[in-house]
């Protein structure tokens, strides 16, 4: 990926719709936002609008494929596709989606965005049907898994003239994203992060185990977000349906001793630990090899034992160049709470939240939360996972400066 500068370079892609005109005023909002821009037009595109448009607004020639010789796609694509600290696509037809999708490389615009390195954005405009049709969807689905972004069409009329999903998102809002994704900090390069989330299961017996809420949602968006800023990220994971955030080294872990023992492998090699898992404190006595029987009416008693506390073992033997934070999920009294964990802990940093409020807490993707470090304290408002992941980021630099 190209470095960001005072003027960062976007490649602009035009595929063949409509819509293609709006991308000359993108071309314009990019650059009164300070972006130098390059135009890639498919062929398609250049029946909708004339390449000398893009030509005079951009100060660069547009590269299309209608009069260019195939052999020099092999040269130029790498040098655009370098060039590039974003690439956006508006409009992106449901013909590119699929490309790109399928990683097919048979035009200018495909073969820059195969070989790209920069983030991507794609601005789907299409007619509704052609939208919804599973295809498309499946294809959209296969991109943002990859990490390929998406400014989602709005509803509206057509020109095909259907009312309904599929028009270009309005160009302000594309920019806006554009400007978004540029701005994108690598403020954690060269750092390694250790992130744990999601729950423990403890076995009482082959098929039962005791558990908890915990989704793993803010452990995955703390990871993603680590791994956005150029930080090494090491997830260990506990039992979730999430995927595994692009580029990051996961390891899972069952048990709160099986995290504990992940733990001690890793935190030592690590500048900033987060352990925003769930662990569960109590385990039984006996795991049972075979399955528990009915009781036949008698109450059924399970003894447990207290597990380690895997966050005040890893704050023992910290290092004074190691950041580590811990997590406070709370029900009352949730900022004291919180503060003797983070004393008792050896803690930098604890995240507390009343995980009885809207918005809060287990499986949704927003969160409320105050950041309590040694010396300061900051509650910020309802955001998503990943705003916060951002915003915990931030403060464990400031307390790292
Ligand atoms: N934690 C841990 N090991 C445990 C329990 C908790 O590492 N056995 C960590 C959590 O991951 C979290 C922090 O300690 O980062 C606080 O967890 P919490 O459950 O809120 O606190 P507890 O220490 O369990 O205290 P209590 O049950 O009294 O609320």
């Given at each position: 990926m190209g470095t960001v500068n005072t003027r960062p370079h976007v490649v602009l892609g035009v595929t063949g719709?409509?819509?293609?005109?709006?991308a000359c005023e993108l071309l314009r909002l990019l650059q009164k936002g300070g972006a130098e821009v390059q135009v890639i037009m498919t062929r398609n595109a250049c029946e909708f609008v004339n390449p000398l448009t893009f030509e005079t607004l951009s100060g660069y020639p547009a590269v299309?494929?209608?009069?260019?010789?195939?052999?020099?796609w092999s040269v130029e694509h790498v040098a655009m596709a370098k060039w590039a600290d974003l690439f956006v696509i508006a409009p992106a037809t449901a013909n590119i989606l699929a490309k790109m999708a399928a990683g097919i490389a048979d035009d200018m615009l495909s073969t820059t965005v195969l070989a790209t390195a920069a983030p991507v954005l794609v601005a789907p405009a299409m007619n509704t049907g052609m939208y919804i049709n599973p295809a498309t969807q499946a294809n959209m689905n296969v991109l943002r898994n990859r990490g390929i972004h998406f400014a989602d069409p709005a509803s509206g009329y057509l020109a095909c003239g259907d009312t309904g999903v599929?028009?270009?998102?309005?160009v302000e809002d594309i920019a806006a994203r554009c400007f978004e994704l540029l701005g994108?900090?690598?403020?954690?390069?060269g750092l390694r992060v250790l992130v744990t989330a999601g729950p423990t299961r403890e076995m009482l017996d082959p098929v039962r185990y005791i558990s908890n809420r915990s989704s793993g949602k803010m452990g995955y968006a703390l990871a993603a977000a680590a791994k956005a800023r150029g930080a090494e990220v090491t997830l260990l994971t506990g039992p979730v349906s999430l995927t595994v955030p692009e580029g990051v080294h996961a390891v899972s872990f069952l048990s709160t001793e099986d995290l504990l023992n992940a733990m001690l492998d890793n935190?030592?090699?690590?500048?900033i630990i987060i352990q925003a898992a769930a662990p569960a404190d109590y385990r039984p006595v006996n795991v049972e090899t075979q399955k528990i029987k009915k009781q036949h009416g008698e109450p059924f008693v399970l003894t447990m034992v207290e597990n380690p506390d895997v966050a005040a073992t890893v704050g023992a033997v910290k290092r004074d160049n190691q950041t580590f934070v811990g997590f406070a999920a709370e029900t009352e009294k949730v900022l004291e709470h919180a503060a003797k964990k983070l004393e008792k802990k050896n803690l930098d940093l604890i995240v507390a939240?009343?995980?009885?409020?809207?918005?809060?807490?287990?499986?949704?993707d927003t969160n409320i939360v105050t950041l309590i470090a040694r010396n300061r304290q900051q509650s910020l408002p309802l955001a998503s996972k990943r705003e916060v992941a951002d915003a915990i980021l931030d403060e464990i630099l400031r307390i790292r400066a």
């Open positions: 719709g409509i819509a293609a005109y709006k299309t494929d209608t009069f260019d010789r195939p052999e020099r599929g028009k270009l998102a309005p994108r900090k690598q403020d954690l390069n935190a030592a090699l690590n500048d939240n009343d995980v009885t409020a809207p918005g809060a807490g287990f499986d949704v």
